[in-house]
């Protein structure tokens, strides 16, 4: 079973500038989140995608959108960088959308410093 | 609106002493309630959720819906409890599950 995994591990971004982060699902799993955790914080959900659609979002801007591919990758996309967008940014699996008792498996994520 | 509380940043407790993490919830339907560690440098990943009734590595958590609390608790700390504590909340918005977590509580495990 191979597990969620997410590049890159580290990147570093000047204001108002884009980034996108990449993830990859574990193995059966059609459904990924993404969260936010800034220093000292929770992890924040931003948004959910299942079979290519965005199927929830969080108290997010526009400027965070994502991408899921029809091999349940993702790519969180953020235009316009602020400097609080600096945080940890996890991705996480699971097998079902709407079932809210299912585990859900995350990446190790990539911590983005905003400059 | 959901939301979760866990009041302590750090808890500092000896080897061998009992361990009580604290976790208070906010939601409107029926919750589902989850613990989540994150050991020194390694993912987040699942400890255990009231669902399931189970004791994983000695813990266990037990939800009382009259004082929206889901505290997770171990007799006996061991040193390598010593980890990133988030309680965690699921719920749905719209059609999506998604997880709210708490702020986190660090346990330190001492000799």
């Known amino acids: 079973e191979t597990g969620v995994t997410q590049s890159p591990t580290h990147l570093i971004k000047t204001r108002g500038q884009q980034v996108t982060l990449r993830c990859s699902s574990q193995s059966g799993h059609n459904t990924v989140s993404w969260y936010q955790q800034a220093l000292g914080q929770g992890p924040q959900f931003i948004f959910q995608?299942?079979?290519?659609?965005?199927?929830g979002r969080g108290n997010f801007p526009p400027r965070f959108s994502g991408l899921q591919f029809p091999n349940y990758s993702s790519e969180l996309n953020v235009n316009a960088l602020e400097l609080d967008d600096s945080a940890l940014y996890l991705c996480a699996s699971s097998s079902s959308r709407v079932r809210s008792t299912d585990t859900q498996y995350f990446g190790p994520g990539t911590r983005l410093t905003v400059l | 609106a959901q939301r979760v509380t866990q009041p302590e940043k750090l808890l500092s407790v000896f080897k061998g002493a009992p361990v009580e993490l604290k976790c208070n919830y906010s939601y409107s339907g029926s919750p589902e309630l989850f613990w989540y560690v994150q050991y020194s440098r390694q993912r987040l990943q699942l400890l255990l959720r009231?669902?399931s009734r189970e004791s994983i590595k000695g813990f266990t958590a037990d939800l009382n819906k009259g004082e929206t609390s889901f505290h997770l608790k171990k007799p006996f700390a061991q040193e390598e409890d010593s980890a990133m504590y988030y309680c965690a909340l699921s719920g749905n918005t719209g059609t999506a599950s998604k997880l709210t977590f708490g702020t986190g509580t660090r346990l330190q495990v001492t000799l």
């Open positions: 009231h669902i």
């Open positions: 995608y299942y079979r290519e659609e965005e199927n």
